[in-house]
């Protein structure tokens, strides 16, 4: 079952950035998405010096895109390792969570920077009182990026009962990611009681509610599709009366169980 975690690079230089693109940025943006390195640099780093955040971001990002495509050149990704973790350090300084969050892998995979443990858990910890404060205001992607950390053992402890409850606040306002999440928490029994057909019902939630943005929702098919098979007809038929009833604004079911 997959959890909404971003691995991806530029999932996770994208992944609540506040900030609008502009000027060089576009540009080079536009680059990036054409594969061109070379003149992505060159248009982002002027706004990065000017300490534009998604400039900082996306230039990391271009920078360990070149690590990726110099892989057989050991001094020159060194280089761009160091850069793409000094552009990404001058983001997080400015409190950009995905920032943030990158700074603290590279740390613990030695990326760009000697490893230094106690210097990740630092940034996460930095990472989630920012995302602490937007859950509790609300904010549905924060909430499941909180859930995530908990989950995970981000800058906390792991404690998947406290994950959970943060994917039912953002899945009451309809966020697919924390539906899904935690449906596979249910699918596992991590941090709440085992429960396919509550699992099952979850992903079909999350599923309609992102092709109704017009959105791939093929993660949360297979999702569906990896439970079918063990549930039974009335357990699917549970699943399915759970999530028609089911509208935003409606706490989540905790069980399957009618009563």
């Known amino acids: 079952m997959r959890l909404p975690v971003p691995i991806a690079i530029c999932a996770i230089l994208f992944f609540l950035i506040e900030t609008s693109a502009s000027g060089g940025v576009a540009e080079g943006e536009a680059a990036l998405q054409a594969g061109d390195i070379p003149r992505a640099i060159g248009e982002l780093t002027p706004a990065a010096e ?4 998604v400039a900082q971001l996306r230039l990391a990002f271009a920078y360990e895109a070149l690590v990726a495509l110099n892989f057989r050149d050991a001094a020159a990704s060194a280089r761009y390792r160091a850069s793409a973790f000094t552009w990404s350090s001058r983001a997080a300084e400015q ?6 969050r990158r700074v603290a892998q590279l740390l613990r995979a030695g990326g760009g920077a000697p490893v230094d443990v106690a210097k990740a ?5 930095r990472a989630n009182a920012i995302l602490r404060e937007r859950a509790e205001n609300g904010d549905a992607a924060a909430q499941e990026a909180l859930a995530s950390a908990y989950s995970l053992g981000q800058g906390v402890l792991k404690d998947p009962k406290e994950a ?3 994917r039912r606040a953002a899945g009451r306002q309809g966020y697919a990611e924390a539906i899904n999440a935690l449906g596979v928490q249910y699918g596992r029994g991590d941090g709440v009681q085992k429960d396919p057909a ?6 079909v939630l999350a599923s309609r509610i992102t092709r109704g943005k017009g959105e791939d929702d093929i993660g ?3 999702n569906q599709d990896g439970l079918a098979a063990g549930l039974s007809r009335e357990q699917k038929d549970r699943a399915l009366a759970i999530a028609d009833e089911w509208r935003p604004g409606v706490e989540l079911p905790e069980s399957s169980d009618k009563n």
């Open 50 to 53: 000017k300490g534009d955040a």
């Open 95 to 100: 409190n950009v969570v995905s920032a943030q």
């Open 121 to 125: 858990d630092e940034w996460d910890r």
């Open 164 to 166: 959970a409850k943060w």
């Open 198 to 203: 509550l699992a099952y019902a979850l992903f």
């Open 220 to 222: 949360y098919r297979e």
